[in-house]
């Protein structure tokens, strides 16, 4: 397998791991409709998970369903989701502040 050298958006990166702890039988169809990204990005993020060592997948051959997966994360996966959790909540709440802010300044602007 060729390696993979794209860098994973830190966003995405920690909504996969998110997601992939909540449930880790979410299919990747699933997981991509949930996320709002592409089936491709999702197979990308995946890949690139487990290259890194944050991700193992499991398949159980014995189940009637080929298709049928278990995401687990590793416990190197676990202590970098825990650190893309905190810049990621320290985005949104920039994010948050900008937009509050642009918002009372629209609405004051609307009063005069």
Do not use: W
Not at 7 to 28: C, K, M
Request: glycine residues 4%; charged residues 25%; proline residues 3%.
């Amino acid at each position: 397998m060729a390696k993979i050298t794209k860098h994973i958006d830190p966003d995405i990166h920690f909504r996969v791991l998110n997601a992939l702890e909540e449930n880790p039988h979410i299919t990747q169809r699933e997981l991509a409709q949930k996320l709002g990204v592409s089936l491709g990005g999702i197979n990308f993020c995946l890949k690139a998970l487990v290259e890194i060592g944050h991700l193992k997948i499991n398949n159980f051959q014995k189940n009637s369903n080929k298709s049928a997966y278990l995401y687990l994360l590793t416990p190197t996966g676990l202590s970098n989701k825990a650190m893309l959790a905190t810049s990621f909540l320290k985005r949104k709440m920039a994010e948050y502040h900008a937009l509050k802010k642009e918002i009372d300044s629209l609405k004051s602007s609307l009063k005069d």
